[in-house]
């Protein structure tokens, strides 16, 4: 089996690719033109799997790709994915998250159409939640240009498995995290920032809303949710969450206390880092995931937090003896 992956320098691309690889798949990355390499999170894997340049920007490079490689399975991860940017940026947020969907699906149709292909949805779609908890049926009402981005990749998604028979599924993932978090994401920002305060690099963490809830899980756990939705016969969106809620303030007191240090003394909260729209509160309900796919998570947040933490404080602890 042949999968190729876009976003593969990204967080879930490097689990996924490893996950796959211990399948037995062929691995390729689908990676964009940059002056200078970004394979860090791929790094150990690099030689085992075959990265091939392509842009979402750019449909014939999506049509040449793919017809080369003819996968068996398509998982489309990339996207710009951090919610702020989406403020600063939101045409280009629209351009990578929204129309690139649809110039993969399009590449597909064109000259890989027998593909299964993976739709990387977002719990940022439900925004201003219409439901408590969010399942596959509760109403969108994004809050921010990549939330509504999302939306219509999803739809789309749909849409092309409905007028074209592709073998097309969306998972709405919800917050997942990994000491392979991109650092501006709030619970890396935390971990990252903790250790740097316990290792005395620096005195202060600067957060915005920390009543903010999100349902987090470990990306590890969620990559195998992404892999079993194309294993099925029948396509279908399936939401990925751990069922449970907590707030940033939770998780900076998790990570905190795991350090034993002080959150009066050290964290500052900053308006400058509060959102245009916020979505104040996420909580999925993955009983479908659980039911056809047989699907759970594994790692709670207590147990990420600390992997989280641990990997933090020997990456840096190994920067400094560099320095040295
Ligand atoms: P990430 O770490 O930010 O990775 C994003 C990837 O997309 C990177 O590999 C990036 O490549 C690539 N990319 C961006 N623009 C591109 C373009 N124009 N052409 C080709 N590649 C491009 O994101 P992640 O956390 O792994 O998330 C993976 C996907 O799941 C994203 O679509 C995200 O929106 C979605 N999602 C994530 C979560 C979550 O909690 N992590 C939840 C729901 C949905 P560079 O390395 O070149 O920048
Ligand atoms: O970690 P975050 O930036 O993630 P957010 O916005 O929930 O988006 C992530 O999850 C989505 C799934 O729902 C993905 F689709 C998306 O690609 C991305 O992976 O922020 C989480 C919460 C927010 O409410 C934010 O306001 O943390 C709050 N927060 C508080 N202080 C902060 C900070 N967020 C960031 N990034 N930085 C802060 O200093």
């Given at each position: 089996m042949k999968a190729l992956i876009t976003g593969i320098t990204g967080q879930d691309g490097s689990y996924l690719a490893e996950f796959l690889m211990k399948k037995g798949y062929e691995v390729c990355g689908m990676v964009r033109r940059s002056s200078?390499?970004?394979f860090e999170r791929i790094a150990h894997i690099k030689d085992k799997i075959q990265l091939r340049q392509a842009d979402l920007l750019d449909q014939l490079s999506l049509i040449k790709l793919l017809e080369e490689i003819q996968p068996d399975e398509i998982y489309n991860l990339a996207a710009m994915s951090f919610v702020p940017t989406s403020w600063s940026q939101p045409v280009l947020t629209g351009e990578f998250t929204a129309l690139g969907v649809v110039r993969m699906l399009e590449a597909m149709r064109q000259v890989a159409a027998d593909a299964k292909f993976y739709q990387a949805s977002?719990?940022?779609?439900?925004?201003?939640?219409?439901?408590?908890?969010?399942?596959?049926?509760t109403p969108f009402y994004p809050r921010s240009p990549y939330g509504a981005s999302k939306a219509y990749g999803h739809y789309i998604t749909i849409n092309y498995r409905e007028s074209y028979e592709l073998f097309a599924v969306s998972g709405i993932l919800f917050n997942h995290e990994s000491?392979?978090?991109?650092?501006?994401f709030v619970t890396r920002k935390i971990t990252d920032g903790a250790v740097r305060i316990k290792l005395g690099l620096t005195d202060e963490l600067r957060l915005g809303n920390l009543d903010a809830h999100r349902d987090w899980g470990f990306a590890g756990d969620y990559v195998r949710a992404m892999w079993l939705m194309l294993q099925q016969d029948k396509a279908d969106d399936y939401v990925v969450a751990t069922g449970k809620s907590h707030s940033v303030r939770e998780f900076l007191e998790l990570v905190f206390k795991y350090l034993e240090l002080d959150i009066d003394k050290h964290v500052k909260t900053d308006?400058?880092?509060?959102?245009?729209?916020?979505?104040?509160h996420l909580i999925g309900d993955c009983s479908k995931a659980k039911d056809v796919l047989g699907w759970e998570p594994e790692v709670g947040i207590e147990q990420l937090a600390q992997m989280m933490v641990d990997a933090d404080l020997e990456r840096i602890k190994k920067e400094i003896a560099s320095r040295d």
């Open positions: 200078t390499e970004n977002s719990s940022e779609m439900y925004g201003k939640v219409r439901e408590v908890p969010q399942t596959e049926l000491p392979r978090r991109g650092k501006e308006p400058r880092l509060l959102r245009p729209a916020e979505v104040e």
